[in-house]
């Protein structure tokens, strides 16, 4: 069984990378961040778990963790995209007012 | 028989993860993508379920799918109403000079060679003993993970509360350099069904949020998922006009964002009166101390989601006649 | 296999059922209001044949009351988010309502 999520785990892995560097909108590219690192969270949590039987705790609260810090990240983020873009909506206003001179 | 039925259902539930996943990279549109994102979170919960992590679980379904599809929800709104963001959308060039077709090989091969070493992998012993799990087996809160999140492994927590702090102090920073309109301006009604919604939701919100706190002490729960679910009451209310965009952050809200790390940090401090160790519990009175530990991160944690979800320095309950 | 699980075995696949047929209508049927018609339908009565198959299988009196929970809760939640999605796509609301 857990072969399966294994796989999944990196093909899972793969498909982040791919949005990174496929994507140039910022807000997909923080959508591939969190798959990889979603992918990541699940192999911590499969390697740690016995064949039969439920995962370690460590892990566990490794993963817990790692969310919750995934999703301060991706908050923080968001704030710096809408910034990036009032900045570049504020710079395209000044270009065009020096155009009309 | 309820062997192959439960492959069949692994089978079905990772090619359903892969396939989302993809799809959420590869739609164009923003608010798409997202809405497929929250799928896949949602898909992640029941992962995590099948793996025998209800506490993941649960906060995957939560934090990863919830709040964070909320919070993306809103940077696609803040593009449709940010004055100039429509036309300054936030991108970057793509990867220099590399075409598509290679970006796709590269991760195709990126792929396979993962999936094939994290198979084989699996054979290898993981990192981590059963040390741990005896040692949580046999301490007095029942919840293993509960254990190490406030016991064993402590200052990983109390630095993580760090983290979503300084994430909130680092967006109110940017967003008061921007000097951008706060999104979600109080509304001057209601559209009916909302306070019907609400005075149904707040209750068993509430009521489950305490729920899934004092249960993490000896069942799946504990502070994180009962504080998320919290704060999701709060980016309800935010979003109603109940709790209304605020350019300060009184005094109040400022308490219970960091009561969490004061309380935490006291009792690492305290912990020097009976032990030569920091953050090292008494040997009788370890429950209460892991109770209020617990109940001060659930509302710091509750009120930073909120106030990151505003979107603005702060917020406020709405005063004022509402029809 | 004993006659409750049969029954609830039954009682799951037609939830099931429901489901595939809700899913069916929101990818084939043309625009908002028909889709949320698929759904919202599909969706409440799926739900309910699944949380009443598990409540037969279950048989304690905790948990029927949590699936009955579920159940009441998740309709709640679909009728008020489709009476929104609705109203915000209807022509004829207010445009000053929308958010």
């Known amino acids: 069984m857990n072969l399966v999520y294994a796989l999944t785990a990196g093909l899972l892995f793969a498909i982040g990378l791919y949005g990174l560097l496929a994507r140039s909108e910022l807000i997909h590219r923080l959508l591939a961040a969190n798959v990889m690192s979603s992918a990541v969270f699940l192999y911590l949590i499969l390697i740690a778990t016995a064949p039969a039987g439920d995962p370690d705790p460590v892990p566990q609260a490794m993963v817990l963790t790692g969310i919750v810090i995934a999703v301060s990240l991706t908050a923080f983020a968001l704030a710096l995209l809408r910034y990036f873009q009032a900045l570049n909506a504020r710079r395209a206003l000044e270009d065009e007012a020096d155009g009309d001179d | 028989m309820s062997a192959v039925i439960g492959a069949a259902y692994d089978l079905l539930l990772c090619a359903g993860l892969l396939w989302v996943a993809l799809q959420a990279?590869?739609?164009?549109?923003?608010?798409?993508?997202?809405?497929?994102?929250?799928?896949?979170?949602?898909?992640?919960?029941?992962?995590?379920?099948?793996?025998?992590?209800?506490?993941?679980?649960?906060?995957?379904?939560?934090?990863?799918?919830?709040?964070?599809?909320?919070?993306?929800?809103?940077?696609?709104?803040?593009?449709?109403?940010?004055?100039?963001?429509?036309?300054?959308?936030?991108?970057?060039?793509?990867?220099?000079?590399?075409?598509?077709?290679?970006?796709?090989?590269?991760?195709?091969?990126?792929?396979?060679?993962?999936?094939?070493?994290?198979?084989?992998?699996?054979?290898?012993?993981?990192?981590?003993?059963?040390?741990?799990?005896?040692?949580?087996?046999?301490?007095?809160?029942?919840?293993?993970?509960?254990?190490?999140?406030?016991?064993?492994?402590?200052?990983?927590?109390?630095?993580?509360?760090?983290?979503?702090?300084?994430?909130?102090?680092?967006?109110?920073?940017?967003?008061?350099?921007?000097?951008?309109?706060?999104?979600?301006?109080?509304?001057?009604?209601?559209?009916?069904?909302?306070?019907?919604?609400?005075?149904?939701?707040?209750?068993?919100?509430?009521?489950?949020?305490?729920?899934?706190?004092?249960?993490?002490?000896?069942?799946?729960?504990?502070?994180?998922?009962?504080?998320?679910?919290?704060?999701?009451?709060?980016?309800?209310?935010?979003?109603?006009?109940?709790?209304?965009?605020?350019?300060?952050?009184?005094?109040?809200?400022?308490?219970?964002?960091?009561?969490?790390?004061?309380?935490?940090?006291?009792?690492?401090?305290?912990?020097?009166?009976?032990?030569?160790?920091?953050?090292?519990?008494?040997?009788?009175?370890?429950?209460?101390?892991?109770?209020?530990?617990?109940?001060?991160?659930?509302?710091?944690?509750?009120?930073?989601?909120?106030?990151?979800?505003?979107?603005?320095a702060g917020f406020r309950p709405h005063t004022g006649a509402r029809s | 296999m004993s006659a409750p699980d049969l029954i609830a075995m039954v009682l799951v696949l037609a939830g099931c059922t429901f489901f595939v047929a809700g899913t069916a209508g929101l990818l084939r049927f043309p625009d908002t209001l028909t889709r949320l018609h698929a759904l919202t339908k599909a969706d409440n009565v799926g739900l309910g044949l699944i949380c009443f198959g598990l409540a037969i299988r279950d048989g304690s009196l905790a948990g029927v009351t949590m699936l009955i929970i579920i159940w009441l809760l998740a309709m709640f939640a679909a009728t008020v988010s489709a009476f929104l999605i609705a109203r915000w796509h209807s022509p004829e609301s207010d445009p000053g309502d929308r958010p």
Not at chain 2, 58 to 72: C, D, F, N, S
Not at chain 2, 158 to 184: K, N, T, W, Y
Not at chain 2, 234 to 246: A, D
């Open chain 2, 25 to 312: 990279m590869r739609i164009r549109e923003a608010f798409g993508a997202v809405v497929v994102f929250m799928v896949f979170g949602l898909l992640m919960a029941v992962v995590w379920a099948r793996l025998g992590s209800p506490d993941l679980a649960l906060a995957e379904a939560i934090i990863g799918a919830g709040v964070t599809g909320a919070l993306l929800l809103n940077a696609c709104q803040a593009v449709q109403t940010d004055p100039g963001a429509r036309r300054a959308s936030a991108r970057v060039e793509p990867s220099p000079g590399l075409p598509h077709g290679l970006i796709v090989a590269v991760c195709i091969a990126a792929g396979a060679s993962l999936a094939a070493l994290m198979a084989l992998a699996l054979e290898v012993p993981g990192p981590t003993a059963d040390a741990a799990r005896a040692g949580a087996d046999a301490h007095p809160l029942g919840n293993p993970v509960t254990v190490v999140l406030l016991d064993f492994r402590a200052y990983d927590t109390l630095m993580e509360m760090v983290v979503l702090l300084a994430a909130f102090l680092g967006a109110r920073v940017l967003i008061d350099q921007s000097e951008l309109a706060p999104l979600h301006p109080p509304v001057p009604a209601d559209p009916p069904m909302v306070a019907p919604l609400l005075a149904m939701a707040t209750p068993v919100l509430v009521l489950t949020s305490l729920y899934l706190f004092w249960a993490g002490s000896h069942a799946p729960g504990g502070a994180f998922q009962a504080g998320a679910l919290l704060g999701g009451l709060g980016v309800l209310y935010r979003l109603t006009g109940r709790l209304e965009p605020y350019d300060h952050t009184p005094i109040w809200l400022r308490t219970v964002l960091v009561v969490g790390l004061i309380v935490f940090s006291g009792v690492v401090l305290a912990a020097a009166l009976w032990s030569p160790w920091p953050m090292r519990y008494p040997e009788t009175g370890l429950y209460p101390l892991v109770l209020a530990i617990e109940f001060a991160l659930l509302l710091s944690i509750a009120a930073t989601l909120t106030a990151l979800f505003s979107g603005t």
